[in-house]
């Protein structure tokens, strides 16, 4: 996912997740009808964590999780509502990313790119952000292993990739040629929350 430059404080609790241990919330969904290639798949991660100091003049946050993890976070400039935060306050961060995969039906225009969308609190709120990211990509059935269960797609940038099908799918029904629809979308929520 791409980052606006205004998410520092969303972008500093990311990159603290992804260097600790912080106990998260998950789940995940599935959805498929089944012999159809493709599906939905949504994952839900939430980080929950309450504010326990302040240090205005760095602009630090200290923030305890429900496990009792402590951490510090930098909230830039642009976290222009920095001043409505106290202590107390609960830090909600929410990321979900989904991928559907379908078959294009044939004749089917599809277009290829991304879109994203920033939202933040209006100045005297809260601080809080919401981030969505979506990119559509289409490829091409280059080959068919029905004995490994797997097909080839290639890439409109050139690169192909090898991929393993759902057993339930035919692939003595699929061609060479066809097109396969991929679209991911991570929606990525940073909110500040009285108790």
Do not use: W
């Amino acid at each position: 996912m791409k980052f606006h430059p205004l998410l520092i404080l969303p972008i500093a609790i990311t990159a603290l997740v992804g260097c600790t241990t912080i106990k998260t919330e998950s789940s995940t969904s599935t959805k498929i009808n089944h012999g159809v290639p493709g599906g939905e798949v949504v994952q839900t991660t939430k980080i929950r964590a309450t504010v326990t100091g302040i240090d205005t003049a760095n602009r630090k946050i200290t923030l305890v999780t429900p496990d009792g993890q402590k951490l510090k976070v930098i909230a830039g400039p642009e976290v222009v509502n920095f001043n409505q935060i106290r202590i107390g306050d609960q830090l909600k961060v929410t990321l979900t990313e989904q991928l559907v995969v379908r078959m294009a039906k044939p004749g089917e225009k599809t277009q290829d790119g991304g879109a994203a969308l920033v939202g933040l609190a209006p100045v005297g709120a809260k601080p809080g952000v919401v981030t969505a990211d979506t990119y559509q990509t289409t490829a091409t059935v280059t080959g068919i292993d029905t004995k490994n269960h797997k097909a080839t797609l290639k890439f409109a940038d050139g690169t192909s990739k090898k991929v393993t099908v759902r057993q339930d799918v035919d692939l003595t029904k699929r061609k060479v040629g066809e097109k396969v629809v991929i679209r991911a979308t991570e929606v990525f929520a940073v909110l500040i929350e009285k108790p």
